[in-house]
């Protein structure tokens, strides 16, 4: 007898066998372990095992995931270490993964764990935390068998596993396109949930049950008539309707049962898109098209891959009747969703999948997971994992789906999702550490974050957490004096992943040198009032005088030198002698000084490049308040004896100034020497203040200097202190223009601990 060839990737079973040995090898395996061990709902371990089992089967899922099935629960008897060395690791890694999110159960059962808006966020952290998609597929078969079982023994299952169901886990089936198990979940959900609704429904259709279904037998057999002598080759049968699809449509429409248009429906499959219009125009000629209820998903998919097409029309009764027509397909797409490409596309390579080597199935997981990234995208989500993203870096290859279109790569940036101690779900960015965590649960709580453990161990505080982690933040006492740490806004240490976060750590030092120069600018005024014997002067009075709202900002302006010594004093003084000492006189033998806007001629005298409208030769010169520099809008103020001084438009001394004494006014514009360089080409150069605060160190005023250096801007002046590890610079520069210095205080702000860098 001679032998028959060796066919590639013959592996001399039958096809399913080693899918029936690996389960069966684990089932006796975990059987012999467990042995008639029983769960939560009474049931044995071993029989929800089988049972699941049977489910995935129908979903022709590969070996490994038949063999995880076996060895979930009991986790006690079941060490991963033991299954890796039973049955390899992927088994352990899918085994690990569905341990690991069977603890979403945990968070429905504690009361008003999903009342908070949470269902769609524990359907993003359970897709998150399942890099594989095979781990959904095993939750929600093992959830339908745990359903199926408290049905066949009539007794209600805990209601959070009924709520965990409807509100998570039949969306998410529905989000993979798994509408069989879709329905079967929601049905036995709504089943426990709502009992009476739901014998109520039930009975109402079983009432009807015998005309519909002669009706539809009528209605199949004439369609069937047609499509033939058109030479149509299609699969004609009647559709079974699912009580909550029903109820939610007569909830959402507020229509009585009798007004629900797919009551009745047929569904029609042939070869080929061309076929699936062709029947179209045949089933509008039979029966009356309903044109708003025509829906083409084949053009227009769903966001979750489905494609069909969707008429209603009004049948010989007079009532509605749907029609769903769709390629095979679409149809197995339609049935099994992601589970069809595994099922129906990788074919004869199922006996090999055992290695699960990187080859054309794994690429097509990693196409349907960027698939399934880009609909989450669609609806508004923003899902993804580290884990997840791990797949971006895939082959060329796995850019295409099993249907041969090339699948979406949207930018989603990467997620985890962490727990609470009171199982609340965090979504933070991919990275975060234990002080996000902190900010993201309430402000002060990150403020007082001293300490984090994760999963009940102390870790440090730049740690990255992972998705599923659960994270206890160690808090100091609320004193009044808690706050952040200036080595938290440090890049290089690591301590912040957050934007949201970084921003409020820089809120609470902004805060906290408000109120230092709140205190110091107090302090400052305290003196001045002693010193003229003008303690009873109230401070809202002299922060009235001053231009100022209020006594705290007038404080924060005379800390910070933008109300000076001479300028206070005058205001301690009182008006009337602020007008004869310290502030300008008025000049009102010079009525030609507020004149409309005349002939500009360029200013003499010092050479600012300055223009004074209607005024030649007068001198001018630059505000030290503000430093005014091209192309700054400004404005100029007739001074006594020094001519005319320039200020910024939005000067707040230019603004008190003006307030007490208008006619002083006028108008100023940059001349062309200032803006385009002098005489001789060379750039003119003015003088800015720039305020610097970071965390101090060795070193940093020579880093900052050097930014100053590289950008070609001469330093005239520098002021620095230093107190309790924070150094305050203030430099006085020499730019060409307020560009340059933009520029150069962006570049400033990239040196290592700085927080702030600004013009004043």
Same mark, same amino acid.
């Given at each position: 007898?001679?032998?028959?060839?060796?066919?590639?990737?013959?592996?001399?079973?039958?096809?399913?066998?080693?899918?029936?040995?690996?389960?069966?090898?684990?089932? #006796?395996?975990?059987?012999?372990?467990?042995?008639?061990?029983?769960?939560?709902?009474?049931?044995?371990?071993?029989?929800?095992?089988?049972?699941?089992?049977a489910?995935?089967?129908?979903? %022709?899922?590969?070996?490994?995931?038949?063999?995880?099935?076996?060895?979930?629960?009991?986790?006690?008897?079941?060490?991963?270490?033991?299954?890796?060395?039973?049955?390899g690791?992927?088994?352990?890694?899918?085994?690990?993964?569905?341990?690991?999110?069977?603890?979403?159960?945990?968070?429905?059962?504690?009361?008003?764990?999903?009342?908070?808006?949470?269902?769609?966020?524990?359907?993003?952290?359970?897709?998150?935390?399942?890099?594989?998609?095979?781990?959904?597929?095993?939750?929600?078969?093992?959830?339908?068998h745990?359903?199926?079982?408290?049905?066949?023994?009539?007794?209600?299952?805990?209601?959070?596993?009924?709520?965990?169901?409807?509100?998570?886990?039949?969306?998410?089936?529905?989000?993979? %396109?798994?509408?069989?198990?879709?329905?079967?979940?929601?049905?036995?959900?709504?089943?426990?949930?709502?009992?009476?609704?739901?014998?109520?429904?039930?009975?109402?259709?079983?009432?009807?049950?015998?005309?519909? *279904?002669?009706?539809?037998?009528?209605?199949?057999?004439?369609?069937?008539?047609?499509?033939?002598?058109? %030479?149509?080759?299609?699969?004609?049968?009647?559709?079974?309707?699912? =009580?909550?699809?029903?109820?939610?449509?007569?909830?959402?429409?507020?229509?009585?049962?009798?007004?629900?248009?797919?009551?009745r429906g047929?569904r029609?499959i042939?070869?080929?898109?061309?076929?699936?219009?062709?029947?179209?125009?045949?089933?509008?000629?039979?029966?009356?098209?309903?044109?708003?209820?025509?829906?083409?998903?084949?053009?227009?998919?769903?966001?979750?891959?489905?494609?069909?097409?969707?008429?209603?029309?009004?049948?010989d009764?007079?009532?509605?009747?749907?029609?769903q027509?769709?390629?095979?397909?679409?149809?197995?797409?339609?049935?099994?969703?992601?589970?069809?490409?595994?099922?129906y596309?990788?074919?004869?390579?199922?006996?090999?999948?055992?290695?699960?080597?990187?080859?054309?199935?794994?690429?097509?997981?990693?196409?349907?997971?960027?698939?399934?990234?880009?609909?989450?995208?669609?609806?508004?989500?923003?899902?993804?994992?580290?884990?997840?993203?791990?797949?971006?870096?895939?082959?060329?290859?796995?850019?295409?789906?099993?249907?041969?279109? $090339?699948?979406?790569?949207?930018?989603?940036?990467?997620?985890?999702?962490?727990?609470?101690?009171?199982?609340?779900?965090i979504?933070?960015?991919?990275?975060?550490?234990?002080?996000?965590?902190?900010?993201?649960?309430?402000?002060?709580?990150?403020?007082?974050?001293?300490?984090?453990?994760?999963?009940?161990?102390?870790?440090?505080?730049?740690?990255?957490?992972?998705?599923?982690?659960?994270?206890?933040?160690?808090?100091?006492?609320?004193?009044?004096?808690?706050?952040?740490?200036?080595?938290?806004?440090?890049?290089?240490?690591?301590?912040?992943?957050?934007?949201?976060?970084?921003?409020?750590?820089?809120?609470?030092?902004?805060?906290?040198?408000?109120?230092?120069?709140?205190?110091?600018?107090? *302090?400052?005024?305290?003196?001045?009032?002693?010193?003229?014997?003008?303690? #009873?002067?109230?401070?809202?009075?002299?922060?009235?005088?001053?231009?100022?709202?209020?006594?705290?900002?007038?404080?924060?302006?005379?800390?910070?030198?933008?109300?000076?010594?001479?300028?206070?004093?005058?205001?301690?003084?009182?008006?009337?002698?602020?007008?004869?000492?310290? #502030?300008?006189?008025?000049?009102?033998?010079?009525?030609?000084?507020?004149?409309?806007?005349?002939?500009?001629?360029?200013?003499g005298?010092?050479?600012?490049?300055?223009?004074?409208?209607?005024?030649?030769?007068?001198?001018?010169?630059?505000?030290?308040?503000?430093?005014?520099?091209?192309p700054?809008?400004?404005?100029?103020?007739?001074?006594?004896?020094?001519?005319?001084?320039?200020?910024?438009?939005?000067?707040?001394?230019?603004?008190?100034?003006?307030?007490?004494?208008?006619?002083?006014?006028?108008?100023?514009?940059?001349?062309?020497?200032?803006l385009?360089?002098? $005489? *001789?080409?060379?750039?003119?150069?003015?003088?800015?203040?720039?305020?610097?605060?970071?965390?101090?160190?060795?070193g940093?005023?020579?880093?900052?200097?050097?930014?100053?250096?590289?950008?070609?801007?001469?330093?005239?002046?520098?002021?620095?202190?230093?107190?309790?590890?924070?150094?305050?610079?203030?430099?006085?520069? *020499?730019?060409?223009?307020?560009?340059? =210095?933009?520029?150069?205080?962006?570049?400033?702000?990239?040196?290592? %601990?700085?927080?702030?860098?600004?013009?004043?």
């Amino acid at each position: 007898m001679g032998t028959q060839p060796a066919v590639a990737g013959d592996t001399g079973v039958q096809p399913g066998a080693a899918h029936e040995d690996a389960a069966q090898r684990a089932l #006796a395996w975990m059987q012999e372990r467990a042995g008639d061990a029983v769960g939560r709902s009474g049931e044995r371990y071993v029989d929800h095992a089988r049972a699941t089992i049977a489910i995935l089967r129908e979903l %022709g899922v590969d070996e490994a995931v038949l063999a995880a099935a076996a060895l979930i629960s009991p986790a006690d008897r079941l060490p991963l270490r033991d299954i890796a060395a039973q049955f390899g690791d992927e088994v352990a890694r899918l085994v690990e993964a569905m341990r690991q999110i069977q603890r979403l159960r945990e968070l429905h059962s504690m009361p008003g764990a999903a009342g908070q808006g949470q269902a769609e966020t524990l359907r993003r952290m359970l897709l998150a935390m399942a890099a594989d998609i095979r781990v959904v597929l095993l939750r929600l078969a093992s959830r339908l068998h745990t359903l199926r079982y408290h049905a066949a023994q009539r007794r209600p299952p805990d209601p959070a596993i009924a709520r965990e169901t409807l509100e998570v886990l039949a969306p998410l089936a529905n989000r993979l %396109g798994l509408w069989q198990l879709k329905w079967e979940l929601e049905d036995l959900a709504f089943r426990f949930l709502d009992p009476d609704t739901y014998r109520e429904l039930a009975r109402q259709l079983e009432e009807r049950r015998a005309a519909r *279904e002669a009706f539809v037998e009528v209605a199949m057999q004439r369609l069937r008539a047609e499509l033939a002598a058109a %030479g149509l080759r299609a699969e004609v049968s009647g559709r079974p309707k699912h =009580l909550y699809s029903i109820y939610s449509k007569m909830r959402s429409k507020r229509r009585a049962l009798d007004e629900i248009s797919d009551l009745r429906g047929l569904r029609v499959i042939v070869d080929t898109v061309a076929q699936c219009y062709t029947a179209l125009g045949i089933v509008h000629a039979i029966w009356t098209q309903v044109p708003q209820e025509f829906d083409d998903y084949i053009a227009r998919p769903k966001p979750n891959g489905y494609r069909s097409l969707h008429t209603v029309v009004l049948a010989d009764d007079g009532r509605p009747l749907e029609v769903q027509i769709r390629t095979r397909e679409m149809h197995r797409f339609a049935e099994y969703g992601v589970a069809s490409h595994w099922r129906y596309k990788e074919g004869a390579a199922a006996p090999a999948r055992g290695a699960r080597a990187p080859g054309a199935g794994y690429e097509e997981q990693i196409a349907w997971m960027r698939q399934l990234l880009a609909w989450q995208r669609e609806v508004g989500q923003a899902l993804g994992s580290a884990q997840a993203a791990g797949t971006a870096g895939a082959p060329a290859a796995a850019q295409q789906g099993a249907s041969g279109q $090339p699948s979406p790569q949207p930018a989603v940036e990467e997620r985890i999702y962490v727990l609470t101690p009171q199982a609340r779900v965090i979504e933070l960015p991919a990275g975060a550490t234990p002080i996000d965590f902190a900010y993201h649960v309430h402000t002060s709580l990150g403020h007082r974050c001293r300490g984090a453990r994760v999963d009940g161990h102390m870790v440090p505080l730049n740690t990255p957490l992972q998705s599923g982690q659960t994270v206890e933040i160690v808090a100091a006492k609320e004193t009044g004096h808690e706050g952040p740490s200036r080595d938290w806004l440090n890049p290089q240490l690591g301590y912040v992943r957050s934007p949201r976060t970084r921003n409020k750590v820089r809120q609470w030092f902004n805060a906290l040198e408000l109120e230092r120069d709140t205190a110091a600018g107090r *302090e400052r005024v305290e003196r001045v009032l002693q010193r003229e014997g003008r303690t #009873a002067l109230a401070f809202e009075e002299l922060a009235r005088r001053l231009g100022f709202e209020a006594a705290g900002p007038m404080f924060v302006a005379v800390a910070r030198d933008e109300v000076g010594v001479r300028q206070l004093e005058d205001a301690v003084r009182g008006p009337a002698a602020a007008a004869a000492g310290g #502030a300008p006189a008025a000049v009102p033998e010079q009525p030609q000084l507020v004149a409309p806007r005349r002939r500009a001629r360029e200013a003499g005298g010092r050479g600012d490049g300055v223009l004074v409208v209607g005024i030649d030769s007068l001198m001018t010169q630059l505000a030290r308040c503000c430093r005014p520099v091209p192309p700054d809008g400004i404005v100029g103020f007739v001074t006594k004896g020094h001519g005319v001084s320039v200020h910024r438009e939005n000067c707040a001394t230019f603004a008190r100034m003006a307030d007490r004494a208008p006619e002083r006014v006028i108008e100023t514009a940059w001349g062309e020497e200032a803006l385009r360089g002098g $005489p *001789e080409g060379r750039a003119r150069r003015f003088p800015a203040d720039v305020e610097v605060r970071a965390s101090d160190r060795p070193g940093l005023l020579r880093d900052i200097t050097e930014v100053f250096a590289r950008d070609r801007l001469n330093v005239t002046a520098v002021q620095t202190l230093s107190r309790q590890q924070v150094a305050s610079m203030r430099f006085t520069v *020499e730019v060409p223009d307020a560009g340059q =210095l933009a520029r150069t205080l962006a570049a400033v702000r990239e040196v290592n %601990g700085v927080v702030q860098a600004r013009r004043r």
